[in-house]
């Protein structure tokens, strides 16, 4: 039914054998993953501060770039500069609180409780942007 394989995997899947890949541990893998859903929700920030800026984005803004840096080793994250023409706020704060829900994810997994805290903080914030929205489309 299946042809079978007739190639090494490239793989090792036995003890002692030498690997000529990089293995990261699982906490490493946290770490990265967390710190692309930080960059990823600093982004949207930026976007969100260039489109309706207010004193509380800009300071989630920093303490988001100030975890990021944590999880990167001290490497500050790249930051937007210029604002997006067209830029929906409602859209923008719709995804930023996925965006938010995710690094909560990773952080609780990671136990991570300053990420976790502040991603809970930034889904309430977005959430609370978004209420004004919903009741206007109704």
Do not use: N
């Amino acid at each position: 039914m299946y042809e079978p394989i007739r190639t090494k995997s490239v793989h090792s899947t036995m003890t002692g054998t030498p690997s000529d890949f990089p293995h990261r541990s699982r906490e490493e893998e946290l770490d990265i993953q967390l710190a692309g859903h930080l960059a990823a929700l600093l982004a949207v920030t930026d976007e969100l501060r260039a489109t309706v800026p207010s004193a509380e984005l800009d300071a989630a803004a920093r303490r988001l770039a100030d975890q990021v840096a944590r999880l990167r080793g001290g490497s500050a994250p790249a930051r937007l500069s210029a604002t997006v023409p067209g830029s929906d706020p409602a859209a923008l704060h719709q995804r930023a609180q996925a965006l938010a829900g995710r690094a909560l994810v990773v952080a609780a997994s990671r136990a991570d409780t300053a990420a976790a805290i502040l991603s809970a903080e930034r889904i309430d914030a977005h959430t609370a942007a978004l209420r004004p929205h919903a009741l206007a489309a109704r």
